[in-house]
């Protein structure tokens, strides 16, 4: 899942860089600045043997050279250890306290830790540089994205939430738009449990992305949510309908993965797939009851907090023997291939209110707010 919520993997575009150091290089001797030009251009290459050469002749021609730190850069390039570059790069930062593209390091050590996977050190040096730096900086868009990167893959999602709306303000040229998108989305459900919402999210943001490459993932996530809900003729059809318009895709290897497994339930093709979902949004979260007229006067009805739904009913059982502990009156109800958890029965709305605090201050889970009304072995339940 990882490598589908980063979109394809956001890389920093080194050669623009380079580029930028070339530009931006003080005034040298002719001979100094044809040197490091040779240094400048091998950087469109791999060949990192001849690179590594050129930075050492370079120190060893100029080793009082304002540009030594420019080359420095360079040179990390071709060290194949990512502890060693980031040392290379953080001993460049210190050495050069003054150097006018400390913050290229710094970003360039972020975006090791990135394609590590290493969260937590990509957090403590995103916000370092946020705080040596500031948010008027250049590089500051890719450093608030970095930290939203590193919540969201440690499921801190409110925190990673924050940190993407901040990207979004910052990102003028909406670089990081697509990717952080579906990460919203992905986290709200981990968050608030509203398949939904969930399926109406990805629905949007499917046809929002068009044409930017991720509207890929949209739709992957929307065939993986009708499979987990057991609609695999949906499901089925929606991965068919990827395959042929991104053949060329990550996530196209990854639908024909799944329709391998799918087999066995014989799913057969729906045109237009997407518009069944679209019909798919009843105001009634779950029915267990005949679908026909009930006096209300004879219901017994209340408030109290959705948790869900759940996929798999071992995964429900277990939150609500933690929830059990804290409230008096916590409960599972089987939806159509799901589960959901109810926490509490109230009078009204804002009497449940207090219960939606105490999950989120206790447990970090947002509830939503239900009316459940019943009478006898009938039950209704409808969002708020």
């Given at each position: 899942m990882g490598l589908l919520f980063t979109v394809k993997k956001f890389r920093i575009c080194t050669l623009f860089l380079f580029l930028v150091l070339l530009s931006a290089a003080p005034l040298v001797a002719s001979s100094e600045q044809n040197d490091y030009i040779k240094i400048v251009e091998s950087a469109y290459s791999d060949d990192y043997g001849r690179i590594s050469w050129l930075c050492r002749s370079f120190y060893s021609k100029y080793p009082k050279s304002r540009l030594i730190p420019d080359v420095r850069i360079i040179e990390s390039r071709t060290l194949r250890d990512s502890n060693a570059m980031i040392k290379s790069l953080?001993?460049?930062?210190?050495?050069?306290?003054?150097?006018?593209?400390?913050?290229?390091?710094?970003?360039?050590?972020?975006?090791?830790?990135?394609?590590?996977?290493?969260?937590?050190?990509?957090?403590?040096?995103?916000?370092?540089?946020i705080s040596v730096y500031g948010s008027k900086n250049r590089f500051y868009p890719y450093f608030i994205h970095y930290r939203s990167k590193a919540a969201f893959y440690t499921h801190?999602?409110?925190?990673?939430?924050?940190?993407?709306?901040?990207?979004?303000?910052?990102?003028?040229?909406?670089?990081?738009?697509?990717?952080?998108?579906?990460?919203?989305?992905?986290?709200?459900?981990?968050?608030?449990?509203?398949?939904?919402?969930?399926?109406?999210?990805?629905?949007e943001s499917y046809y929002e992305l068009e044409g930017s490459g991720a509207e890929v993932s949209s739709l992957y996530?929307?065939?993986?949510?009708?499979?987990?809900?057991?609609?695999?003729?949906?499901?089925?059809?929606?991965?068919?309908?990827?395959?042929?318009?991104?053949?060329?895709?990550?996530?196209?290897?990854?639908?024909?993965n799944r329709i391998s497994i799918m087999k066995e339930f014989k799913p057969g093709y729906i045109?237009?797939?997407?518009?069944?979902?679209?019909?798919?949004?009843?105001?009634?979260?779950?029915?267990?009851s005949p679908d026909r007229a009930v006096d209300k006067s004879n219901f017994k009805s209340y408030y109290a907090l959705s948790i869900g739904p759940f996929y798999n009913l071992q995964e429900a059982e277990k939150l609500m023997k933690q929830l059990k502990r804290d409230?008096?009156?916590?409960?599972i109800i089987r939806g159509y291939n799901t589960f959901s958890i109810y926490v509490g029965q109230s009078e009204s709305s804002e009497n449940a209110m207090?219960?939606?605090?105490?999950?989120?201050?206790?447990?970090?889970?947002?509830?939503?707010?239900?009316?459940?009304?019943?009478?006898?072995n009938l039950r209704f339940i409808h969002k708020e």
């Open positions: 953080k001993d460049i930062i210190k050495t050069y306290p003054a150097f006018r593209d400390n913050d290229q390091c710094q970003l360039k050590i972020c975006e090791i830790l990135y394609l590590s996977a290493r969260w937590g050190e990509l957090d403590r040096e995103a916000t370092l540089a801190n999602y409110e925190a990673g939430i924050g940190f993407a709306d901040n990207a979004f303000e910052a990102d003028r040229s909406f670089v990081f738009y697509p990717e952080l998108r579906l990460q919203n989305i992905f986290s709200e459900q981990k968050i608030h449990y509203d398949g939904d919402r969930y399926v109406s999210q990805l629905l996530l929307l065939a993986r949510n009708s499979e987990l809900k057991n609609q695999h003729s949906i499901a089925y059809s929606i991965y068919t309908d990827l395959i042929k318009k991104y053949p060329r895709s990550p996530e196209a290897l990854m639908a024909a045109k237009n797939p997407l518009a069944q979902l679209e019909k798919q949004k009843p105001d009634i979260i779950d029915q267990l409230f008096d009156s916590v409960f207090h219960y939606k605090i105490r999950l989120a201050e206790e447990f970090g889970i947002n509830g939503d707010i239900v009316y459940i009304a019943s009478e006898e």
